[in-house]
């Protein structure tokens, strides 16, 4: 499959079928939007419009959530069409975040079966574990992430079987964390977290918590692993078959 007939596959699945847990899904003629109850948290899942109104299509969503009294996020993938939406996006207040490359690695039979697990990884089912997690995605990024744990702990209670969390400890404290996500009926998953303490890197627990997530996955059935990957992710991922398939970027709005 090429990259276009790939990019297209995960369209369908991963982005205008996305299932979103405590959120609303709003179609309209440009764009597939997920709106959450909180103010940050919405973004645009899929959109599809014609050069001659890509910035009245744009206005649109940012006059929506400004009315909804919501930041949003608009992520670009390198394949999406019209190639200068970006340049449109800044022009009319958006800030990017830092690029990622998207990759994706389609599962084997057997694959990962022969990889030996050496930390202390433990699957997380409970808030404190979510916690735990999260403790560690604030100290490698320091950043807050109170809506995230939120999120987490949500959805491992009302839909566990779309979600899986692990933690690596070292001596009962948590070193590094990640997650997979499951959209029901798709040939996807998704990788995400993948963050390891200072203090904890190069002992392996990385390449660890992306064998035990892919096996998993191949288990389920799952045919395509992807993740947005950071410029210290993609080395490790490439040795595990991953391959890059164009760059992706959030875009931030931020409604007051």
Do not use: C
């Amino acid at each position: 499959m090429n990259t276009s007939e790939l990019m297209k596959l995960y369209y369908r699945y991963e982005r205008a079928n996305s299932f979103p847990f405590k959120a609303q899904k709003v179609r309209n003629h440009n764009t597939i939007k997920i709106v959450t109850p909180r103010k940050s948290g919405s973004f645009i899942a899929g959109y599809k419009f014609s050069t001659d109104n890509i910035r009245q299509a744009i206005q649109d969503e940012i006059d929506y959530f400004t009315e909804q009294r919501k930041s949003f996020e608009w992520k670009v993938y390198g394949t999406d069409e019209p190639s200068y939406l970006p340049t449109e996006l800044v022009s009319l207040g958006f800030t990017p975040d830092d690029p990622e490359a998207f990759m994706i690695k389609e599962l084997k039979d057997s694959e990962f079966d022969t990889l030996t697990l050496t930390g202390t990884i433990k699957q997380i089912a409970n808030e404190a574990g979510v916690n735990d997690a999260i403790q560690v995605s604030e100290q490698v990024w320091e950043n807050d992430f109170s809506d995230l744990r939120q999120d987490l702990t949500d959805r491992l209670h009302n839909t566990p079987d779309q979600i899986s969390l692990y933690v690596a400890y070292e001596n009962d404290l948590p070193v590094s964390s990640a997650w997979i996500t499951y959209t029901p009926g798709s040939p996807f998953a998704g990788l995400w977290g993948g963050s390891t303490i200072n203090e904890a890197r190069g002992k392996g627990y990385y390449r660890e918590l992306l064998y035990i997530r892919a096996a998993e996955a191949r288990k389920r059935g799952v045919k395509y692993l992807t993740v947005d990957a950071s410029d210290m992710s993609r080395p490790i991922l490439e040795k595990f078959d991953f391959k890059y398939i164009t760059e992706t970027r959030p875009y931030q709005y931020t409604v007051d």
